[in-house]
Nanobody, 126 residues
Framework: QVHLAESGGGLVQTGGSLRLSCVAS????????MGWFRQAPGKEREHVAA????????TYADSVKGRFTIAKDDGKNTVFLEMNSLKPEDTAVYYC???????????????????WGQGTQVTVSS
């Protein structure tokens, strides 16, 4: 069983930056693919970024490509989401998630994940 704890959210102006962190305990990030999702009020949860268990492969939603970067520190069992050039439409609760296995075919699908954090709020003001 995995426990995920996100941090780093907050209020930022348009064009600003934030760095989210997710500390995993119970199942090491070196053995499982990891992802970030977000959910805005009234909208479904959507994939933001994912990283393979090796760290060699990453995926991004089209809306964040070129602005967000996912990375991980296996030694600290932590996954990061660096967010730059933030826009008001990035406002949402951001969730860290751990996939049910390594080598998941489609990391954009929430159903591939079995562990979720409590979420951290990101608010971008215009």
């Amino acid at each position: 069983q995995v426990h995920l704890a996100e941090s780093g959210g907050g209020l930022v102006q348009t064009g600003g930056s934030l760095r989210l962190s997710c500390v995993a305990s119970g199942r090491p990030v070196i053995q499982y693919d990891m992802g970030w999702f977000r959910q805005a009020p009234g909208k479904e949860r959507e994939h933001v970024a994912a990283i393979s268990y090796t760290g060699a492969s990453t995926t991004y939603a089209d809306s964040v490509k070129g602005r967000f970067t996912i990375a991980k520190d296996d030694g600290k069992n932590t996954v990061f989401l660096e967010m730059n050039s933030l826009k008001p439409e990035d406002t949402a609760v951001y969730y860290c998630a751990q996939a049910m296995k390594a080598g998941v075919v489609d990391l954009r699908q929430p159903t591939e994940y079995i562990g979720w954090g409590q979420g951290t709020q990101v608010t971008v003001s215009s």
